[in-house]
């Protein structure tokens, strides 16, 4: 016997007036980034469903390129100078003045660079042992700062013996007598730089880099040696293809590399395209035809946001010359990854220091660098142009400009013996105010063929201008180049 006061109602709506839940969708729509989606009671077809999930594995791959971009920079750089320079050990320093025939994203020509990898899992605790003199920088395989090395770093150019740990290690560390830092991942990119001798002369800074030593901590008391390889002049390529071969580098990077290398959400975003540590990475016909895909055009994402960032960092206001990155050199604001900034940097450059973020004026270098003439349009190989430098630079060692392939991002290989010209160079001309004027043109203007940077019809093309040892009217502005004009 039912004793309560209710009742229960014997029909309900058979509709529902929704204030928040979605309407199901009618059978055939059409969306403009995925075409025509067709559905069955609200169900999707077997046709729409293999829409959707290629669309999100691609989806998923395009941001997996992107995010990990720095990444795939360091890890090609490794692959590169092993494979065509030899340096497949921490013991062996590549040293070259950089070229056309030194595909790497924007080197400048104009110092000597010594570089190699780290290999912790392999060596242990390393020791890297600094001449005075040297500026340089270690970058895990993220391309996070690790540390300033010489003239930027703790050491401040005196000199001194710096050890990398690896993760995870729990073994005796000295006391005193090293520059200590422990790392997220077991790989590292050592880059040093020497400047050429004021006649611009490199043998100095070719003995200075020779004067670097690296070796395991173990072995500190009879250090191994070190081989110094010559690779000016030499071919070799180290930037990230865009293509299927991106993806097999993540995933192989991932199986050397400490589990926790990378954050969570890092980690998924690979996993869900098959990558993660201890797994064999084996995509199907139909997955490597959509990551070769997320790769182009994932490349061609990159190189938008570089070249037209939505939040340009200009050298003054309308300037087309681009001056600096937001959140350089870790992308993090505290609270947020820069994701935009992140990409931007990842397509244009290597190299991640932390005395670009906190320069000090005379010492170091600052960089602008443009795509476009002083009308906004990109800058293209079968016009002339005039970059227009204002009197008396302000760099105490120097300034250059190197003009670099805008697909590449390497020195264009423009039939000089480098797409470049610098203070260096005493054969620049300078007009009766003390100004210089560069030429960018296939042909030299009459006259000019000392100031001249030979450009190629149909082949795009950007540059960097650069000044070491900048001094204060470059920080506050009161001395800024002209923009590149069309003449």
């Known amino acids: 016997m039912n004793t309560g006061t209710g009742s229960t109602p014997q029909n309900g709506p058979d509709s529902i007036t929704s204030i928040t839940a979605p309407a199901p969708p009618e059978n055939s729509i059409e969306s403009p980034f995925l075409g025509k989606l067709t559905f069955k009671d609200g169900y999707p077809t077997s046709e729409t469903l293999h829409t959707l999930y290629d669309q999100l594995d691609f989806q998923r791959a395009t941001q997996a390129f992107l995010r990990n971009l720095l990444a795939l920079n360091m890890y090609g750089f490794r692959l590169g100078i092993a494979r065509d320079l030899g340096v497949d050990s921490s013991s062996k320093l590549a040293i070259f003045r950089a070229t056309a025939q030194s595909l790497m994203l924007t080197p400048n020509s104009e110092t000597l660079y010594g570089t190699t990898f780290l290999a912790l899992d392999v060596d242990g605790p390393t020791v890297v042992e600094l001449p005075p003199g040297v500026l340089g920088l270690l970058n895990d395989m993220w391309m996070r700062p690790v540390e300033d090395l010489g003239v930027g770093g703790p050491d401040h150019g005196q000199g001194g013996k710096y050890l990398f740990v690896p993760p995870g290690y729990e073994g005796e560390l000295p006391d005193s007598g090293y520059f200590i830092t422990p790392l997220r991942t077991y790989g590292a990119w050592l880059l040093l730089r020497a400047f050429l001798d004021p006649s611009g002369d490199d043998a100095p800074a070719h003995a200075l880099l020779r004067q670097t030593r690296i070796y395991p901590y173990a072995g500190a008391a009879a250090p191994r040696a070190n081989t110094y390889l010559d690779a000016t002049g030499k071919l070799f390529d180290t930037t990230t293809p865009n293509d299927l071969r991106a993806f097999e580098m993540l995933a192989d990077l991932i199986a050397r590399e400490h589990p926790q290398a990378v954050d969570p959400d890092v980690a998924g975003m690979l996993k869900a395209i098959g990558i993660e540590p201890g797994q064999p990475f084996a995509p199907d016909a139909r997955m490597r035809r959509i990551l070769g895909e997320a790769a182009r055009v994932g ?189």
């Open 299 to 487: 490349s061609f994402m990159a190189q938008a946001i570089s070249y037209a960032p939505r939040k340009p960092e200009q050298v003054r206001p309308g300037s087309q010359w681009l001056a600096g990155l937001e959140g350089y050199p870790t992308f993090f604001d505290g609270r947020s990854t820069l994701l935009d900034p992140m990409v931007f940097m990842a397509w244009f450059a290597t190299g991640a220091a932390k005395s670009m973020n906190a320069p000090k004026p005379g010492t170091g270098s600052q960089y602008i660098w443009t795509y476009h003439d002083a009308d906004g349009q990109w800058l293209c190989g079968e016009k002339q142009y005039r970059f227009r430098i204002p009197p008396n630079p302000p760099a105490k060692d120097f300034w250059s400009v190197v003009v670099y392939d805008n697909w590449t991002r390497a020195i264009l290989p423009n039939g000089q013996a480098v797409a470049s010209k610098n203070s260096y160079d005493k054969a620049i001309q300078s007009n009766p105010d003390g100004s210089i004027d560069i030429w960018f043109s296939p042909q030299p203007p009459a006259g000019k063929e000392s100031n001249w940077i030979r450009t190629v019809p149909g082949k795009g093309w950007f540059t960097l201008f650069r000044l070491y040892g900048p001094l204060q009217p470059w920080f506050d502005r009161s001395w800024t180049p002209d923009d590149i004009e069309a003449t």
